[in-house]
């Protein structure tokens, strides 16, 4: 019998713990899980939540290894991404854990992801979608679905009405405003409440909408006590 830990069974990313920071979990009455982009880092999603006035939750940041969740590009086939991509989602799916094991509900937690984190996150809302769940919000701040765009998908279940934010520019060079599209499609078909926003002449940055656009998902999350 192979005697590896859970954490190299959990790939590339495994071992490494998230960030935690603002309330404590154990005080705290909801949580951002903020997934952090290529070449970024934990610390680097906290000035986010601090914008969205997100000031009385606990946060919680996934910690890429190599600052870079997965080698390829989002659109690329996704075995070109293994075995970073399935540990990414894993390390993403250990932190909402971690939340909801401390007593936290789905319904409080708010995924929160900018560019490779963004695609990074939509992907696992897709797969927590096929056990019925209600996130308190999930929003993608330059980012896509996650795959070659010309397979078909198999996305089923249901987000149960969670408000998910999908914001891009229309400039962005790395993430084709057809698929921010399509994605937001696709959450529509998982019963989720879809707020497209297409930014025209903004690239790869998060813009001031965004930022109140997050602030106001924060400020009801807030209110559902």
Request: glycine share 12%.
């Amino acid at each position: 019998m192979n005697d590896t830990t859970a954490a190299e069974r959990a790939g590339p990313h495994g071992s490494v713990s998230p960030l935690m920071a603002g309330t404590p979990l154990t005080e705290a009455s909801y949580a951002l899980v903020l997934v952090h982009g290529r070449g970024g880092s934990a610390e680097g999603m906290l000035p986010i939540a601090k914008a969205a006035k997100a000031t009385d939750a606990a946060l919680v940041a996934p910690v890429a290894v190599g600052n870079s969740w997965y080698p390829k590009r989002f659109l690329d086939p996704r075995e070109q991404n293994e075995p970073w991509l399935s540990s990414a989602l894993a390390s993403v799916g250990a932190a909402v854990e971690q939340v909801r094991a401390a007593g936290i509900p789905s319904e409080r937690i708010f995924l929160v992801g900018f560019s490779q984190g963004a695609c990074l996150m939509l992907e696992y809302a897709t797969m927590a979608a096929k056990s019925d769940v209600r996130f308190g919000g999930v929003a993608a701040l330059a980012g896509g679905l996650i795959g070659d765009p010309l397979v078909a998908r198999d996305d089923r279940g249901s987000l149960g009405g969670t408000p998910v934010l999908l914001a891009c520019g229309n400039a962005d060079s790395h993430i084709p405003e057809a698929i921010v599209r399509s994605s937001a499609e696709v959450f529509r078909q998982l019963d989720a409440s879809v707020d497209l926003r297409i930014y025209p002449g903004i690239g790869h940055d998060i813009v001031g909408d965004e930022i109140d656009a997050l602030t106001e998902m924060v400020n009801t999350l807030r209110g559902a006590q």
